[in-house]
Each structure stands twice: as C-alpha cells, then as structure tokens.
C-alpha cells in the first residue's frame, strides 16, 4: 500500500461520490438474504439478546456514515438499543486506506470505547482527516498523526496509536468484515444496514422506526 496513496482532495472527493453514490444506490431497498451470523469478532452496540438487529457496513471515512452516526444513533440508542429492543453489530468496511488504519485503531480498545472512539472519529472526521504537515498532500502519516490526536481522548498514547495502526491482527479483522460484506452480502456503499436479514440503505429515523416497530412488537 502506497504511503501517499493520493492528495487530500482527491481523497475527500472520491469519499463523497463513493458515499453519495451509495445512498442513492441503496436508499430505499430492502431485498431479503440469508440471516447474517453474529460472529466472536463482532462489535455489539447494546443487548446481545435483543430481539431485532441491525448490522451496519460503515467506513469512518463516509460522511453519510458521520451523519446517520451524529442525527440517528442517539435517537436509536435511547429508544431502542437501551431499552434492550434493538442491538446493532458495527462492521468496519473502508472506502480507502486511511477508513482501514482508522478502524484498526479503534480494535485496540474494549466494546464500550470502542463505540465511544468510533463515534468520536465519525464526528471530527475534518480533525483527523488532513493535512497536518502541510505538503498539499494527505498521506497516511498525515492521518496517523490525526489518529494520535484522536488517541489521547480515549486515553491512548502515540505509541500505541502507531502500533495499533500497524497491528496485523486489527487490520486482518478489519480486511475480514471488508472482504465478506462485499463477496457475501454484495455491500458496495456505506453506510449500508441488515435489519432482520432485510438490506436498506440511509434512510431518516422516522423511516427507520416504520421498519423497526412492527419487528420489535413480534
């Protein structure tokens, strides 16, 4: 993998046409397939007994991912993750190499921070995203350096942020979720959910409460 694998604006744009091609590409559908397994390795949100699931294909990158994770998560923590309805499995599908390091960073920590730093990434992505030492390019030095940044608020040092980017396990893992979204559920675009076996694509909370009332109430 090359280390200045393209320039910050083409980065930024080729994220947004990947994200926004996809929300128009699975905005609205909802074709059945096979019940997706919860695996060891899966991040839950929530409830492993909950009765309905939702399993989301998200890159940290995706700025529709940032804004389903910044309008709606908070609503569907409270109203159904909480309240024990609903648990939603995280799996990490990258757009590019710096989505990659960035979850395999956010493998270093346990279940709880773990949601805690992907929200924290989603929400600054213009933070962690560019370019610190001001070249005109982003590479992935630059988005280390992002990521140490990020780090110190979930009380992670430079370090470990470094060794955590580079660690064989986090990014086999994360490579794994990638691979299978895409040869196994056909995921092409983030952020894209598994409701029940049945595949959407970003859609409002009032949307997704008609979806998940009637599965909750069964």
């Keep these: ?3 200045k694998y393209r320039t910050y604006g083409a980065v930024v744009a080729a994220v947004v046409v990947l ?3 996809a929300f128009w590409f699975f905005g609205g559908s909802s074709d059945s397939i096979a019940s997706i397994t919860i695996k060891p390795t899966d991040m839950i949100h929530g409830s492993a007994s909950a009765p309905v699931t939702i399993v989301e294909y998200a890159s940290m990158t995706c700025p529709h991912c940032a804004e389903f994770q910044k309008d709606t998560i908070p609503l569907l923590t409270k ?3 909480d309240p024990g309805k609903v648990k939603l499995v995280f799996r990490e599908f990258p757009l590019d ?5 960035a979850s395999a960073v956010a493998r270093c920590l346990p279940n709880d921070q773990y949601f805690s730093f992907v929200d924290m990434l989603f929400k600054n992505q213009s933070n962690w995203i560019k370019d610190f030492d001001g070249d005109g390019q982003l590479t992935l030095k630059d988005v280390r350096e992002g990521l140490v940044q990020m780090g110190r608020f979930a009380g992670l040092s430079r370090e470990k942020v470094e060794a955590c980017s580079d660690d064989k396990n986090n990014l086999a893992l994360v490579d794994a979720n990638w691979s299978e979204g895409q040869t196994k559920y056909k995921v092409d675009g983030t952020p894209t959910f598994f409701i029940n076996g049945a595949e959407h694509g970003p859609m409002a909370y009032a949307d997704l409460q008609k979806i998940l009332d009637p599965l909750v109430k069964k």
């Design 1 to 3: 993998m090359n280390k």
């Design 19 to 21: 994200a926004i091609g």
């Design 79 to 81: 109203d159904y993750i």
């Design 97 to 101: 190499a710096a989505a990659r390091m």
